[in-house]
């Protein structure tokens, strides 16, 4: 079981690494889109790394802490509203917007081959590839379970 003290600890390096992000890119804008619910992209980011760190650590994986957290982040970095959608061009989001997000964090980022991989692969199975890095499988698995939550618990 994890200590508060720990717990907090995390929560901290995530909410740090955030506000590195905020100040020195287009990172605020995620804060103006929904993904699920009424949940913004910006707060689902910050669920998956927090998620993320907490996984690395009960399963006490040997981790690069800080690509994963910056993957987690980033891994939704669209930069659009997909529910927003009269002509039809984001209906295949859940398979293109990896390749959308990738390209937007290599814009306003210096990414590791780790911080790539996650932002690319997150959404295995539905892209075909794989994630290749432990960090990516851990963010594509948290992914999955904040999403779940988000969806089922959180939607008012």
């Not at 390096?13 to 605020?28: C, G, I, Y």
């Not at 989001?93 to 997150?122: M, Q, V, W, Y």
Request: net charge neutral.
């Amino acid at each position: 079981m994890e200590t508060e003290a720990i717990a907090v600890d995390y929560y901290q390096l995530v909410r740090s690494t955030a506000r590195e992000m905020l100040d020195n890119s287009r990172f605020n804008l995620t804060q103006e889109f929904i993904q699920h619910g009424k949940i913004s992209v910006y707060s689902h980011c910050m669920s998956v790394a927090i998620m993320s760190v907490r996984i690395a650590k009960f399963l006490h994986i040997k981790t690069d802490y800080e690509s994963l957290i910056r993957g987690a982040l980033l891994h939704d970095y669209f930069l659009y509203d997909w529910h927003d959608n009269p002509d039809g061009r984001h209906n295949l989001h859940g398979f293109t917007h990896p390749s959308k997000a990738l390209k937007n964090a290599l814009e306003d980022f210096d990414l590791t081959k780790r911080e790539c991989d996650i932002i690319k692969h997150h959404m295995f199975p539905l892209v075909p590839m794989p994630p290749m890095c432990r960090e990516a499988w851990i963010v594509c698995t948290a992914d999955k379970i904040c999403a779940l939550q988000e969806t089922l618990f959180k939607r008012r």
